[in-house]
């Protein structure tokens, strides 16, 4: 429900009788979840691990990385080939530069866990994808490749820092006869953060599309506007065009041009105040990952899920 309201908002309103209406229903149900695993014997998720605070900054690191890479996954090649007019192919090479450190950079970041805090391994991590963030939301429209891929490899590098050690943090924190319980929690908390990423990242583009086309054609009716900014959301020009062929073409790319550099602002702000969160919560104590009591809690998670 909170994921088809978000999505739905864009085209209804987010006061709209549906939006609300689901919004309402996913707290509801969310309130209801949380009242029933309090108390019963055997909840399905332990709520009790949270008043761990290093296990509450270890689920931080599931939702940064969704808001500083996954929407990034979804949304670049969107871009690429139905905004800016790229192959396929040439945007699937173009992507290569912000995925392939993740098969490089977490093993040197396991490495190095055995030094420095994982926790500040972490935090560093997130600010260097913010920075690389940042250095994305210049490029403007018709750039080449290159000019693409060096942020985009900042941020692969910056994401690959927690990405790597996030697994072993789960159960580290935790006492070693519930590290199953926690890897459930992460696990959830992971796939779930990735929805809703999408979802609202979705929503916010579109919200930054319409209001970007309410300033440059002031003179269109708000469900034209409305309709167009779905459009040019999904990269859709061709229709985009055909519900106002009136209007350039590039009226288009610029006002999604903008509209993406604010949404990167966005997701650049989420990840400083992630980093921020992981920095006080889990950058104080030194976590090996390859100490006793690690083993231990990944020995307790293999016997759980037995």
């Known amino acids: 429900?909170?994921?088809?309201?978000?999505?739905?908002?864009?085209?209804?309103?987010?006061?709209?009788?549906?939006?609300?209406?689901?919004?309402?229903?996913?707290?509801?149900?969310?309130?209801?979840?949380v009242w029933i695993e309090r108390r019963v014997s055997r909840p399905m998720l332990d709520l009790s691990l949270f008043r761990y605070t290093r296990f509450v900054g270890v689920q931080v690191l599931p939702i940064a990385t969704c808001y500083c890479y996954v929407v990034l996954l979804i949304m670049l090649p969107i871009r690429f080939i139905g905004i800016e007019g790229h192959r396929e192919l040439d945007a699937g090479l173009m992507l290569m530069s912000l995925s392939l450190p993740m098969l490089i950079v977490p093993a040197v970041a396991a490495a190095l866990a055995h030094r420095v805090s994982a926790g500040l391994l972490s935090g560093f991590g997130l600010l260097v994808a913010a920075a690389g963030l940042l250095?994305?939301?210049?490029?403007?429209?018709?750039?080449?490749?290159?000019?693409?891929?060096?942020?985009?490899?900042?941020?692969?590098?910056?994401?690959?820092?927690?990405?790597?050690?996030?697994?072993?943090?789960?159960?580290?924190?935790?006492?070693?006869?519930?590290?199953?319980?926690?890897?459930?929690?992460?696990?959830t908390t992971r796939v779930a953060g990735e929805c809703i990423a999408l979802a609202l990242m979705g929503a916010v583009l579109a919200a930054l599309l319409d209001t970007g086309l309410h300033a440059a054609l002031p003179r269109v009716d708000a469900d034209t506007l409305r309709n167009v900014a779905q459009q040019l959301a999904t990269g859709d020009l061709t229709q985009a065009h055909a519900l106002l062929p009136q209007v350039d073409a590039a009226v288009w790319t610029a006002v999604y041009a903008e509209a993406f550099r604010w949404l990167i602002y966005v997701l650049a702000a989420i990840t400083v105040m992630s980093a921020a969160v992981v920095f006080g919560f889990l950058g104080g104590a030194q976590t090996m990952l390859d100490s006793k009591d690690t083993a231990d809690s990944l020995a307790a998670q293999c016997e759980s899920a037995a």
């Open 1 to 33: 429900m909170l994921t088809y309201g978000v999505m739905q908002a864009p085209a209804h309103g987010w006061g709209s009788a549906l939006v609300l209406g689901l919004l309402a229903g996913a707290v509801l149900l969310m309130l209801l979840f």
């Open 135 to 187: 250095w994305l939301s210049r490029i403007a429209p018709g750039q080449s490749a290159w000019a693409w891929a060096m942020p985009m490899a900042v941020i692969g590098i910056g994401t690959g820092l927690p990405w790597g050690l996030m697994d072993g943090l789960s159960v580290s924190v935790v006492p070693r006869e519930r590290a199953g319980m926690a890897t459930g929690i992460f696990s």
